[in-house]
């Protein structure tokens, strides 16, 4: 064996045992295996940072982006409220659910899509007073599986989409995944619906879902605008929606007083305040389904179209500015162009107007306003900011335009008329002059430890193939295999490839076994594509640890689960996948 490849596997080796090791970030694991290999002469001086110009790199970081986008208009809210009812049967629930997640991930980034539907399984998981534990386990796998069905839904297929143009000379184009990808996902939608979910223990079931989705309760003020007026509705007919939200409607201001009682037969008037309390993600959702504004929302009009809003908690110290005085005194509308839209107290309700209200050491405060505007106006006022507990106001008028520009898009893309990391590219730029992305979120959105961590593995998977690593480890796969029909071949490729992502992250199981895949095929004189399809599969399916896939870290919290729950239900699905996906891949992608 030559020595460079005795040092690119030693060198590979180190970053395996790093990874599992888990105390140092994969990112910076990768980073320094990337200089260690340059300093070897494993990778030429050249071409050492060439994988952070790779078009995999590229086109992830605009998914990221443009995920953020999608969201932020409010296209997945408005359908996922429509298909989410917490009165449902749980087999039902996870299996709607599920269906969903895997659509949703088929278009944006899987993590994107669990981020934006675990809150509503935690709302359902509350309102149906069950636990999470049988339900987010199954929610994060059809993530996974359903971003099996496009390019663009998760990285392994826009990893081996980008090499396949680099060997073969031509990409996988953006649904070349989905015979495959939707009878895999259709699969194991159905396993967890019907049987996944019963393999939990139940211990999992006794999570505390109200403690997994508190949050400060806010008196608030919600302006009833013009279109809301116009339906003739009465406060009674708010009841239902807020129910749905889990928000307390209060009372009705009118004319700057308070109307007595809650109002509920009072018709709605344009310029009337509605008095809710409530959390800020149900405040949020309830103005939304309803149809009402934030108070102040027409002074912030003007930047919606710069960047978007957000709702920002902070906490009153003793000796702040605003400490015994009211936000209209400070006149923060006015002068910081933020609005003082909620105020908890301990619990304690109180009668004034929010803006009329004179505050106390030990408020928690609630301010709307852009990003950058909201943190000037928290140093200003000297109160402390609750970390990680931002809100971003959805901008519901823009759904339609953001989804249009994500479908021309993908379908200049699909017609070839341009590259899709150009047409991501234009999206972006489009979601930006829209305001939904900001400049800052732009950066945000992106996840720049898996972008390092590819840009890294890039050069040193070239290198691993360079070498001969791939040959020989694709040798001893054949090897394996001889004797018996191709198609164990095919199964024993998946089966080291999915172990390497259970463990692994699966943009790096993905950089070395695609070379891998290819040398098989050369080697038995098959077609390519066939293998290079098992591994995007395989490498997507991280289904027996929290470490294999984002998505099952996101979870481990609120679901209450520990390392070993994964494998559960986890196991047997890796088992239905190979067993369905590689008499699929045969028929579709024949060897």
Known sequence: MPSELVQIFVLLGLVFALLLWGRIRYDLVAFGALILAAVLGLVPQDEIFSGFGHSAVAIIALVLIVSRGLSSSGAVEMAATRLIDAERPLPLHIAVISVFAAGLSAIINNVAALALLMPLDLEAARKAKRGVGKTLMPLSFAAILGGMITLIGTPPNIVISEYRQSALGEPFAMFDFAPVGLIVAMSGIAFVSLIGWRLLPARTS?????????????????????????????????????????????????????????????????????????????????????????????????SVVAQGLTLAEAIVPEGARIAGRTARSLQLLHRRSVTLLGVARAGVSFQDRVRLLTIQPGDVLLLLGTPERVSETIDWLGILPLEGRRTEVIQRGKAGMAIAVFALAVLLAILGLMPLSVALGAAVIAYVALGLVSAGEVYASVEWKVIVLLASLVPLAEAFEHFGGADLIAGQIVGLGGGFPPWVTLCLLMVVTMTLSDFLNNVATTLLAAPIALSVAAATGTNPDTYLMAVAVAASCAFLTPIGHKNNTLIMGPGGYQFGDYWRMGLPLEVLVILVAVPAILVVWPL
């Open 206 to 302: 006794l999570v505390d879902t109200e403690k997994s989705v508190s949050k400060g309760r806010y008196i608030a003020e919600l302006r009833i605008g013009e279109a809301a007026a116009e339906t003739g509705a009465v406060v009674g007919d708010l009841y239902a929606s807020a129910d749905e939200a889990d928000v307390h409607l209060l009372g009705l201001v009118r004319g700057g007083k308070r109307l007595a009682g809650m109002a509920r037969s009072r018709q709605l008037r344009a310029g009337d305040f509605l008095v809710v309390e409530g959390n800020p993600k149900a405040i949020e959702a309830f103005m939304g389904q309803a149809d009402l504004e934030f108070a102040g929302s027409e002074k912030h009009e003007g």
